[in-house]
Structure formats: C-alpha cells, structure tokens
C-alpha cells in the first residue's frame, strides 16, 4: 500500500527546515499543526520524492495536485497549468539547481525496457559504466548470475522486482482511495503525476 511507502511527516519537516535555515542539522521537533491540505502536500511530496530527498519540485507538484488546497487553487486561478509545470520540470536540468543529489543524477539516466521476453535493466550514469567496464576487462566478458556469482545477483533481482511492483501499485487504483482518506488522496495525486511520464 502507497501509504506505507511514505515516510513520516518529521522527517519531510525536518528536511524543509534544514533547507530554509541553510543548516543539515536541524531535528524533527515540534512543528505547527498543519491543516489537511498541508499534511496531504507533504505526505504528496514526500511519496513523489520516491525515498530520495524531497526537493522543491516535489513540493511543487504537491501543491498543484492536492484536492481541495488553497494553493492548488489560488494557482489554478492564476492559470497555473499542473501538466505545463510537470512538463517544465521533467525539461530543467536538476543539476543546475540547489535540489540536485548525486542518487537522482544517476537515476535519471536509467531506464526498463522489455524486449521479448527479457528485461533490460539501463543504467547509463558515468561512475556505474565505469565500474562495469573494469568488471568485464577483469573478467574478460559479460558476468551472469552462475555458480557463485549467482548469490551476488539476488539482491539485484530482489531489488528490480521490488521497483517494478512499486511503480506497479501507484499506477493501479486502489479500493480504499474511493473512501477519501489521507492515504488515498496521495496515492490519487502520486498517479495523476507519475502515470503520464511513465506512458511517454
């Protein structure tokens, strides 16, 4: 389930402080109860940052897509367009920014793809091509998941079916989203945000 994906609000909190005071220091403490609207922009932004840092754009996105916000209406009103923003975002260079992180670089340059019936696992940031090609110059080829090699390929495959089943879940309605509970509100949002970009 979505919300048991989402991790705790102080930890989102905490993060926003520490981004607004220019200190990594900061610890979750006390913090103004939130209205709804703010917890479900949080609890959004967080499930949008997927487990890596929330960045402003996650927030962004939040706010435009939270049913019922002041913000998402007072920008809608202004004529704020949710999907021309998510498209500006997927356009801007993250690392021209304070929200770039070395995990989302390399992230960004990964890709699925299915070809017959193999899955092709696409990582294409330049420290883990690095490390590939000395591994086949050591090896002097390919490396497959035989003899006692086949244990270091678990937690690779465990990983890979992990991720698919993730991105599966948020892409599939769930029951309980028609009941209006916080969980479901967010997981409505996540896939209003993600479903696009994955049919691109």
Do not use: C, Y
């Not at 930890?11 to 479900?40: F, M």
């Not at 949080?42 to 706010?63: C, D, F, I, N, W």
């Not at 021309?84 to 770039?100: F, N, Q, W």
């Not at 193999?118 to 590939?132: F, G, K, Q, S």
């Amino acid at each position: 389930m979505l919300a048991e994906r989402i991790d705790p609000i102080s930890k989102i909190r905490a993060a926003v402080l520490a981004s607004a005071e220019g200190s990594q220091d900061v610890a979750a403490g006390p913090w103004p109860t939130g209205t709804p609207a703010t917890e479900d922009t949080l609890s959004t932004a967080s499930a949008l940052a997927g487990g890596s840092p929330v960045g402003s754009h996650h927030l962004l996105e939040a706010m435009l897509r939270v049913e019922n916000s002041m913000a998402a209406r007072a920008l809608r009103e202004l004529g704020v367009d949710p999907d021309a923003v998510a498209a500006k975002i997927d356009e801007l260079d993250p690392e021209t920014t304070t929200d770039a992180n070395p995990e989302e670089a390399a992230a960004r340059k990964m890709e699925i793809r299915l070809v017959d019936d193999e899955v092709h696992l696409i990582l294409r940031d330049p420290t883990t091509v690095t490390i590939a090609k000395n591994l086949t110059e050591l090896s002097g080829g390919p490396i497959q998941g035989v003899g006692p090699v086949v244990g270091m390929f678990v937690p690779l495959w465990r990983s890979t079916n992990e991720l698919l089943l993730q991105i599966q879940r948020m892409l599939e309605p769930e029951p309980e989203e028609e009941d209006g509970s916080a969980a479901g509100k967010v997981a409505k949002a996540v896939r209003t945000v993600l479903t696009p970009r994955l049919r691109r």
